[in-house]
């Protein structure tokens, strides 16, 4: 392979280069697995109605088409895309029809992502993302150069990101590696909202791909038999018990596709780097310069299991991207909380996590109130609803909001309880330290430097018991992050001390 | 601030006068158009005709009232201030709303005035920050006050170093 990589890469005047041409091989290979992938069901239709050699020619001159015109289209790409990393800025040219020039200035980039699936990771490639992290809306701000070899990627990785040793701060904390996979950490993974989703989707799954050979009836009429002589109700239990157990299997599949090889190091630029991946591999950069804090993140499940994961709260991550980049702000997987709050200290330079240290201030009883007040209201109005109706239609009804009330009530309580004692604020050293939720309970610890402005809410209801939701604007992360539901004047206070300056020409004392 | 009970100050000022007559006429058209609606749709269709007048009625009687008194209410809650060192907004009375962006981190200051807006002659500042939920907004100025403090805030702003992150 490495053969014809030699002289099909002219650096011609001014150093633009191309990207590596057997990107023409892995479309034609793609193109080539979507062909097999729509012409095996094409070709079991056809065969209902014709003889076997016209369905092949058929399938086969279609397979053949996509094949060689993907690899032809992406040949055209390959011979018009070139780039150049200069000294001041990193230029793309590209473009089939119209030439898209597109560059970076250098010191503005933040970010070389690389990443590889399985078939550019067989031939030694792999797709570079060069980002500003600046939110201009669209993909205006990164590069992406797909697919160079992987030591260019490397190359290119190490020369952008590299700002000497100047931009290395201080602090007791080494470089090199942070934090390295454990492979027990993968019992967090069937707790994980993952499961059950998954679960769901591979029935749903199930049924679309049976409909589409128009088996769904045959399918159905299959369970159906296996369980004749069964209640109903063991049957649901029967389903739901398949569907989680394929959730499961599901979530331990994909924490080993995401998470295997897993290690978080500091590099002498200043750079954070996350590698992982089995199959895709994926290596995540991020400035030290850029992080504003760390984010402790413990969904209910992970949480009563004792751990905890670790994001990244810095500016310019892609959070306005939705397309799978949720996770491209984790530093560290769900793990024991001990090891989650080592990584956030030594992550953030601090000899302890303020996300753990930090004695937070709980919230007056008032915002206990106000949260069991939702949780009966939630809990209450599907049960409501049911009596209503089960008088005036049917006494079944009546039973299942029984039930409902019997369940509902004291999960409910339970979660507004659970939901109170997590609310909490405080400060730790530089940073300010915010906690609350209960399904998804998340402490933020957000530097102080790195507030940019505060909005301070009060509803009426909040108003009448002395409560204020005081939000903290920032930069980095999802941008703002909220104390719920504070005392109002103590409140206030926290957030002047916070951050200094900003509140206090507003403020004024009462009485 | 240690000791005692604190609270936040209402802005300096209030917003131009004429603010009402826009708010009013923004409410006005949210009721004409489903009062009108609803009364054409009862004009036509026989069997329901009282009971969409009837919802016609009540539509148009609640938006009255809202459209007289609920901007004399926001037009005591919403004000304005912009000191040396930050711009500074209440808005909302069901929701009230305190927004401060120091002038360090300001990065745009915007003025945008739209068609009923420009009837009233009225304009909205809009100043972002880097954060993506930072904006602060201060809709209602005297259209050439507001475009006076946006050319201050954009000297203010240029005058003070750092990149606002």
Sequence with gaps: ?511 | MTGGTVRLRPPNNTLDRRVIGWWRTQLLLLTVVPVAVLAVLGAFVAPARPWLLLAAGVVAVLGAAVTVFLPLWWFRVHRWEVTQDAVYVRTGFFWQEWRIAPMSRIQTVDTVRGPLEQAFRLATVIVTTASSKGAVKIEGLDHELAAELAERLTLITRATPGDAT
């Design chain 1, 1 to 511: 392979m490495s053969g014809t990589g030699g002289g099909t890469r002219p650096e011609s005047g001014g150093g633009w280069r191309r990207l590596d041409p057997r990107t023409v091989l892995v479309a034609a290979l793609v193109m080539g697995g979507i062909a097999v992938g729509a012409g095996v069901p094409a070709f079991v239709g056809l065969v209902g109605g014709r003889p076997v050699w016209q369905a092949f020619t058929w399938v086969f001159t279609g397979a053949v088409l996509l094949v060689v015109g993907g690899a032809a289209l992406d040949y055209v790409r390959w011979r018009r895309t070139r780039y150049r990393i200069g000294a001041e800025r990193a230029e793309l040219r590209t473009g089939l029809l119209l030439v898209k020039r597109r560059s970076l200035a250098r010191e503005r980039i933040r970010s070389v992502d690389l990443t590889a699936n399985v078939l550019l990771r067989v031939l030694g490639l792999v797709k570079v993302r060069i980002g500003t992290g600046e939110q201009t809306g669209g993909g205006e701000s990164t590069l992406e150069l797909d697919p160079v070899t992987r030591e260019e990627g490397e190359r290119l990785r190490r020369e952008l990101l590299d700002r000497g040793t100047a931009t290395a701060g201080p602090g007791p904390h080494r470089e090199g590696e942070l934090a390295v996979l454990d492979p027990a950490w993968i019992r967090y993974a069937p707790v994980s909202f993952v499961a059950p989703a998954l679960g769901g989707a591979a029935a749903g799954g199930l049924m679309q791909v049976s409909e589409w050979f128009g088996a769904q009836g045959k399918l159905i009429g299959w369970v159906r038999d296996r369980f004749q002589d069964t209640p109903v109700l063991w049957i649901i239990v029967a389903l739901v018990a398949g569907a989680c157990a394929a959730g499961v299997v599901g979530a331990l599949g994909l924490w080993i596709e995401m998470w295997w090889n897993y290690r978080l190091e500091r590099e002498p630029g200043g750079t954070l780097r996350v590698r992982r991946g089995l199959f895709t591999t994926r290596s995540l950069s991020i400035e030290e310069r850029r992080l504003r804090g760390v984010e402790l993140v413990e969904p209910l499940g992970v949480r009563t299991l004792g751990a905890a994961r670790v994001d990244a709260v810095a500016t310019g991550l892609a959070a306005g991207e939705d397309s799978g980049h949720a996770d491209h702000k984790t530093l560290l997987p769900a793990a024991p909380r001990a090891t989650a709050q080592r990584v956030a200290a030594s992550v953030l330079r601090e000899a302890a996590s303020p996300t753990g240290t930090a004695p937070l201030t709980p919230h007056p009883r008032a915002a206990r109130t106000r949260r069991l007040r939702w949780a009966l209201g939630a809990a209450l109005l599907p049960v409501v609803v049911l009596t209503v109706l089960g008088v005036l239609v049917t006494d079944v009804l009546l039973y299942v909001a029984g039930v409902c009330a019997v369940v509902l009530l004291p999960v409910a309580v339970l979660l507004a309880l659970d939901a109170y004692r997590s609310l909490g604020h405080g400060i730790s050293g530089d940073y300010l330290v915010v906690r609350s939720g209960t399904v998804r309970r998340t402490t933020v610890a957000l530097q102080r430097g790195g507030v940019i402005g505060w909005t301070v809410k009060q509803s009426v209801f909040q108003r009448r018991a002395g409560l204020v939701t005081l939000t903290a604007t920032t930069a980095a992360g999802g941008g703002a992050y909220s104390v719920y539901d504070a005392a109002e004047s103590e409140g206030l206070g926290f957030a002047d001390e916070a951050v200094r300056g900003v509140l206090a020409p507003f403020l004024e004392r009462v009485g």
